[in-house]
């Protein structure tokens, strides 16, 4: 079946450090994949997408490339600030269903620190 | 601005009790989701609607019903039968066709059994 595995968190870190979050998936055929943002107490915000295989998804100074070789989707960002600190969702949506759900992974949690 | 409103954004039930959250989108979207999310962890799916009048059983429905008499609206009412209601509720919405758009999700529902 369809599967999102994200790396665990906490993720802690400094002002200005670069940030990776991992993000592998499992799916039949050519999904389009998502990375969602959650701030504390509010709804889930689409923060990129990719829909094809090398497309690259960038928003807000945060990017991800979408590789087919390697089913990853992983969440990249120069330089982080404290207003990043937030949970992370990689998503994905399977080509061959005509549902429209998005299979999440479970989250992974950043936290910035001044 | 189109959107999609979930109301109460804070909600007591008592024991026994059936309590419904509300959901209201007018972007004119197809589908419409129900999701819980409990402390620290991920998405679950409890129902989903593609079309008027018509809805699925997601993952963890036991407990819990829906109705989707309009586009613009899938109410979610949690049962007595669910034991442990407590969580944060996420409703969301998308289209069916034209390409992977991905959720547009509303601010959430926190309910808390008094």
């Known amino acids: 079946g369809n599967s999102v595995t994200q790396m665990e968190g906490p993720v802690t870190l400094s002002e200005e450090a670069f940030l990776t979050i991992n993000c592998t998936y499992t799916?039949?055929?050519?999904?389009?994949l998502f990375w969602y943002v959650q701030y504390p107490g509010e709804g889930l915000q689409l923060l990129l997408k990719?829909?094809?295989?090398?497309d690259k998804g960038s928003n807000k100074g945060f990017e991800a490339t979408y590789r087919k070789e390697t089913t990853s989707f992983h969440l990249e960002k120069g330089s982080v600030q404290v207003s990043d600190s937030a949970v992370y969702f990689c998503?994905?949506?399977?080509?061959?269903?005509?549902?429209?759900?998005?299979?999440f992974g479970q989250g992974t949690t950043l936290q910035v620190k001044p | 601005d189109g959107g999609i409103t979930q109301s109460p954004k804070y909600l007591f039930r008592k024991e026994g009790q059936n309590v419904t959250l509300s959901c209201e989108q007018n972007?004119?979207?197809?589908?419409m989701y129900w999701y819980r999310q409990d402390p620290g962890q991920g998405l679950r799916l409890i129902y989903y609607?593609?079309?008027?009048?018509?809805?699925q059983k997601g993952d963890i429905a036991e407990g819990y019903s829906v109705s989707r008499e309009k586009k613009e609206s899938f109410p979610l009412t949690v049962t007595s039968a669910q034991k442990n209601p407590t969580a944060f509720y996420l409703c969301?919405?998308?289209?069916?066709?034209?390409?992977?758009?991905?959720?547009?999700f509303g601010s959430g529902t926190r309910l808390t059994v008094v």
């Open positions: 969301a919405s998308t289209f069916l066709t034209g390409g992977d758009y991905g959720y547009t």
């Open positions: 998503a994905l949506s399977a080509s061959s269903s005509n549902t429209g759900k998005l299979i």
């Open positions: 990719a829909t094809k295989a090398d």
């Open positions: 972007l004119n979207h197809d589908a």
């Open positions: 799916a039949t055929g050519y999904p389009s």
């Open positions: 609607s593609q079309i008027v009048n018509d809805f």
